[in-house]
């Protein structure tokens, strides 16, 4: 089957822009996780949702952030007033529950000018 | 709070040569850990997944160890091909599902 998807690919925005990246969990994934990844390093953990339940949002670095997954399947993350530190890569992960492997999306990257 | 780190940072190597990639993390209580590749502009791709209670893991030309005690695992890579290049990533979790991520090694086998 098809894995995850995430859309846009590349997306630039003003400083001060609102943006919405989506994701397409692997279909039956309960557990879904965002993580954001900045140049030349690894990928810091967002939240997590497990089917519409966001269970955990303890890495959103700013009231900014925010994401939502209502029925339990596609899950959007969403950046208000963009900020330049905001620019970084938007890995979104699924798995059948939350300590099974984690298959990644291939990522959005957001460029804050 | 765990860290996780890689090394080397980069790797530059010509095919053939047998690799030894490092990942080591500060708290030994481990619940997992699981090496992943990720290529330029890529999400990740797992490789190997190393349960808490297991020392090694093999997938083809690869094999990963874990040293608990030591706080270590090593990502081996045997006879390297140009089609390997690319960061490896080692990502550790403590009994819960957040994984931590080193930095990662970029390795380019060159031909």
């Known amino acids: 089957g098809a894995g995850v998807s995430q859309s846009p690919r590349y997306k630039v925005a003003k400083r001060g822009q609102d943006v919405a990246l989506r994701c397409d969990p692997i279909?039956?994934?309960?557990?879904l996780f965002w993580y954001q990844q900045a140049l030349g390093q690894g990928p810091e953990f967002l939240t997590y949702f497990q089917n519409e339940a966001q269970l955990d949002k303890s890495g959103l670095p700013s009231d900014r952030f925010f994401a939502e997954r209502p029925e339990g399947s596609v899950s959007t993350l969403k950046i208000q007033r963009t900020q330049q530190e905001d620019s970084a890569v938007y890995l979104c992960?699924?798995?059948?529950?939350?300590?099974?492997?984690?298959?990644f999306g291939p990522g959005t990257r957001l460029t804050v000018t | 709070k765990q860290e996780v780190t890689q090394i080397p940072a980069a790797l530059s190597v010509p095919e053939g040569e047998n690799l030894v990639l490092n990942c080591s993390f500060t708290d030994s209580a481990i619940y997992n850990l699981q090496w992943f590749r990720q290529d330029p502009g890529k999400g990740l791709t797992s490789l190997l997944l190393?349960?808490?209670?297991?020392r090694e893991q093999t997938s083809g030309r690869l094999n990963a160890s874990l040293d608990k005690s030591s706080g270590r695992s090593t990502l081996y890579i045997a006879a390297s091909q140009p089609g390997d290049s690319a960061t490896y990533l080692c990502a550790v979790k403590v009994g819960s599902y957040i994984p931590t991520f080193g930095r990662g090694t970029s390795l380019i086998v060159h031909p």
């Open positions: 279909s039956g994934h309960v557990s």
């Open positions: 992960a699924s798995s059948p529950g939350p300590n099974y492997e984690q298959y």
């Open positions: 190393i349960q808490s209670s297991q």
